[in-house]
């Protein structure tokens, strides 16, 4: 492959669209689903072309068009990675090929401890994915 991508969020799958955009032969790599912390989002209001969105939805449309121009595979979580004449990219499955690499791996929440955060959480308490 040309690229592989670690991270099938936001970032990941426009990496993906851009990759194959360009004739490139990309694979997008994510240990979970498509879309990140953003499938948690309930309301995105400030994604340019939409003005109401759930964070899966715009998720949902952003795999659906990177699927056009490369591969997604998801429930793939990469192990290790080989930097020699050639990238390796070793997952469970397979060992891959590349010639580049693109780590868009995200985030996770971060919390802080303090005391009600957990029982409060989406009753006040709030992450954002941005």
């Given at each position: 492959?040309?690229?592989?991508?670690?991270?099938?969020?936001?970032?990941?799958?426009?990496?993906?669209?851009?990759?194959?955009?360009?004739?490139?032969?990309?694979?997008?790599?994510?240990?979970?689903?498509?879309?990140?912390?953003?499938?948690?989002?309930?309301?995105?209001?400030?994604?340019?072309?939409?003005?109401?969105?759930?964070?899966?939805?715009?998720?949902?449309?952003?795999?659906?068009?990177?699927?056009?121009?490369?591969?997604?595979?998801?429930?793939?979580?990469?192990?290790?990675?080989?930097?020699?004449?050639?990238?390796?990219?070793?997952?469970?499955?397979?060992?891959y090929e590349s010639n580049?690499?693109?780590?868009?791996?995200?985030?996770?929440?971060?919390?802080?401890?303090?005391?009600?955060?957990?029982?409060?959480?989406?009753?006040?308490?709030?992450?954002?994915?941005?």
């Open positions: 492959m040309d690229l592989a991508v670690i991270g099938a969020g936001p970032a990941g799958l426009a990496s993906g669209i851009y990759a194959g955009r360009f004739g490139l032969n990309a694979v997008i790599f994510d240990e979970k689903i498509s879309g990140g912390l953003v499938n948690l989002t309930p309301v995105v209001e400030n994604y340019p072309g939409f003005e109401k969105i759930s964070g899966m939805e715009l998720m949902e449309k952003m795999r659906k068009q990177a699927e056009k121009y490369c591969e997604i595979h998801e429930m793939e979580k990469v192990e290790r990675i080989v930097v020699d004449k050639e990238i390796e990219i070793v997952t469970r499955k397979k060992i580049a690499l693109v780590f868009a791996s995200g985030t996770e929440k971060r919390k802080i401890g303090v005391k009600g955060e957990k029982e409060f959480l989406g009753k006040g308490v709030s992450y954002c994915a941005t």
